[in-house]
């Protein structure tokens, strides 16, 4: 996925540059490499030296840009809150997902489409709530297998040894391709780390803000739910009755559709071949 450039202003790169300098500092004072940090965070390495350099143009959105400062300065024994409150997010602008399905041919509704729509709805409104009774305990069961704490506390860096299939988008697509028939699309997200998370449910912002440690959420949508993760690694994701899995890589900034783009698939098919 390409990172949009977002504009900045002056403000946000001469603070970056100052709490930069000063979390250099402290951590250089305190013997503490940049990998202990990464590792502690689950931030990579280059976007910490980034924010001690004060390259903003490195970095992702100006909402990511706090999240970091802020466990990196818990991470070296700062209040993190408080230290992060000097790096200013006005001026952030929230990109709309470009929504190219609305040219097809199939999304242009009819009169005699009607009557079917409405019953598919009441269909899908029924099994919905049969799937809603059992949501709670699948759900439950996947957070604890999620955050099982590792053997040893070693220091992660980019090179950190963490499973995930070279095919990951194309794996949702078939192991969800029998899962979902006559069903409306459901999407749970259970937190292993703190995550700014944005979710759209048929083109509509259903929830955007940052969710904490454990917390656990449940989106559903007749069409499509999309989300959009700051630090991939720590949302876990299950769409329908799928098995859970990361959104992606820790620290990264991850955006993904359920179900998949039909499209999106053709081409990362393409790509590995």
């Not at 070279?166 to 949702?172: A, I, M, R």
């Not at 329908?240 to 999106?264: H, T, V």
């Amino acid at each position: 996925m390409k990172k949009q450039t977002l504009p900045t202003n002056r403000e946000q790169a001469e603070r970056l540059a100052e709490l930069g300098n000063r979390l250099r500092d402290r951590r250089e004072a305190q013997g503490i490499s940049l990998e202990t940090v990464a590792g502690t965070t689950c931030i990579q390495p280059r976007l910490l030296r980034a924010i001690e350099q004060g390259k903003i143009e490195e970095l992702p959105e100006p909402v990511y840009i706090h999240s970091f400062i802020r466990q990196y300065a818990g991470a070296i024994g700062l209040n993190g809150v408080e230290f992060a409150s000097g790096f200013p997010t006005t001026g952030f602008v929230v990109q709309p997902i470009q929504t190219s399905w609305r040219s097809l041919p199939g999304a242009q509704l009819r009169p005699v489409h009607l009557y079917l729509i409405y019953m598919a709805l009441i269909v899908g409104a029924v099994n919905g709530l049969s799937y809603f009774l059992n949501r709670s305990a699948q759900t439950s069961i996947a957070a604890i297998e999620m955050q099982q704490p590792p053997a040893s506390v070693a220091p992660m860096g980019p090179t950190s040894p963490m499973r995930q299939p070279s095919n990951f988008k194309t794996d949702w697509k078939h192991e969800t391709s029998t899962s979902t028939a006559n069903k409306p699309v459901r999407v749970g997200v259970t937190l292993t780390e703190e995550s700014w998370v944005r979710v759209m449910a048929d083109n509509k912002v259903e929830y955007e803000g940052q969710l904490p440690k454990g917390a656990q959420r449940t989106w559903t949508a007749d069409r499509q739910v999309v989300v959009r993760a700051g630090n991939a690694g720590g949302v876990i994701v299950t769409f329908n009755e799928s098995q859970a899995k990361p959104l992606g890589q820790p620290g990264e900034i991850e955006e993904m559709s359920f179900p998949p783009d039909p499209r999106m698939a053709k081409l990362t098919i393409g790509e590995l071949r």
